[in-house]
Each structure stands twice: as C-alpha cells, then as structure tokens.
C-alpha cells in the first residue's frame, strides 16, 4: 500500500490522527520537499521533530527523485507499506496526483489521507472561498526568463469580479543552468519568493501588457506563514503592500476582486 499524507500547514503536530496512525505502520517514509514546506523548513533539528513524533526515519524527497526516480518507491509500495509525506493536502499540487497515477498502472493500491491545504486555510483572511477564480503560479523572474501567461487569467477573474490567489515560487535544490551545460550539477541556494517580489513583477508585467488586470492601487492581502501561530496578514494597495516586512516564508498573495459586506467587515481587522 502507498499512503500519501497530508501534513497541514503549520509543524509536525498538524498531521491528523488517521494520518499519524498510517505513518507509524509503515515500513518506509518519504516527505517530499519541493512543491511546498513546513513552516519549520529543511532544518535538520525540525526534520529530527518530525522523526521522533512519528516514530520513523524519513527520507527527504527532491525534485529529481519525485520527477525521476519516484518508480523506486513505487516498487517498494508493492511489497509493503510506504506513507508519502505532503506539506498541505495531497492533491495540492499535480505532482501528486501524477504519483497516484503511477501508482495504479503499476498495480500499487493507494490511500490518501487529507489535511489542510493552502486552497482552504485562505479563508482565514475573511473572503469567501465560493468567490475565487483561477489560481495562479508566480515564477522568479530572470534575465532571460519572465514569464507572464499568469496574466489572462488574473484578468479573467477580475472581469468577473472574482479574488486570485497567487501561489509563489520556492526553489529547493535546483541545477544552476551553468552546471546543466558542463553536465556536473550544481546546486542554488534555497529561494522562496515573498510577497514583496511577487508585487513587484506582477506591476512589471502589467506596465508591459496594459490591460488593466490590476494596478498600483488595487486592493490586495498578503499573507504569510499560513497555519503557523505567527501567521501574517496585511491588507492594502498593492503599491504599499511592497514596503511591508512579511518576515520568513512561505509567503502567497491575494488579490481581491469583488467585495461581499461581510469580506469587507473582516478585512478591515488587517487593512494597513
């Protein structure tokens, strides 16, 4: 059996009983690390917290063994109990409903165990979650590379009144280009992108593209730690939210479409 279990969003005690109880029978535990984090991060000290409450070695799972070797714990799946740890819920993110997939061409039965994700926890900022478009990935801009196909479907959701919320880029243990080419890899220091810098691209990108998605002053919230006890909320125009210090990651963006009289009540607790 492959259990993929949903950790929530704040420490090592978010995980449910159920999820708990599946780890602990386990013979094998992977956490995967790169679609998302704990609050707690890669610290060795929190991945050692992790251990000692659910009484388990874990083997932390890249990109490149999710993307290019996550066969090998499919095959061991098939012979005995594997939990797959996923910050949030599991179907946060594709990659995990690609490894259900997998899963069940090989013959692997699956169990998913559910938890908290950042596409509900959202709520906590007061506006409604019936009233959310499409969400959205912000990518690092580089030199060659700023990429903006974000863009139509901020302006989509704002024509029908509707909030986006802005999923940010974190880069763990990826390749610098420079070792790609030499063919010896070489790894960048961990980046996760903050409110701040996702302001500042998203103004770029509408300066370039003119089409009125947003603006300097459109209401936003900005929002970090999500789930951990020093959650950060901030409401206000987007051009004042990039001088607000929202301290370490993980950090993700609202902007807001529409407002309902009770979303605009409790907005009010986090305005500027």
Known sequence: MLYIVGLGLGDERDITVRGLEAVRSCSK?????????????????????LEKLYGKEI????????????????????DTDVAFLVVGDPFGA???????????????QVKVIHNASVMNAIGVCGLQLYRYGETISIPFFTEEW???????????NSRLGLHTLC??????????????????????????????????????????????????????????????????????PMEKLLDVDFGPPLHCLIIVGETHPLEEEMLEFYKM
């Open 29 to 49: 535990v992977y956490m995967e690390a790169y679609t998302s984090l704990l609050s707690l991060g890669l610290d060795p000290a929190a991945l050692a917290n």
């Open 59 to 78: 083997t932390v799972a890249d990109r490149e063994m999710v993307e290019e070797r996550v066969d090998q714990v499919l095959l061991e799946a098939a």
């Open 94 to 108: 594709t990659t995990h409903t690609d490894l259900v997939v997998r899963a069940k061409k090989m013959g692997v």
């Open 146 to 156: 700023r990429p903006d196909s974000f863009y139509e479907k901020i302006q989509n």
């Open 167 to 236: 999923l940010l880029d974190i880069r763990v243990k990826e390749p610098t280009w420079e070792s790609l080419a030499r063919g010896k890899k070489v790894y960048e220091p961990p980046r996760f992108m903050t409110v701040n810098t996702a302001i500042s691209q998203l103004l770029e990108v509408e300066e370039a593209r003119g089409g009125s998605a947003y603006g300097k002053d459109t209401l936003c919230i900005g929002v970090a730690r999500l789930g951990s006890d020093d959650q950060k909320i901030v409401a206000g």
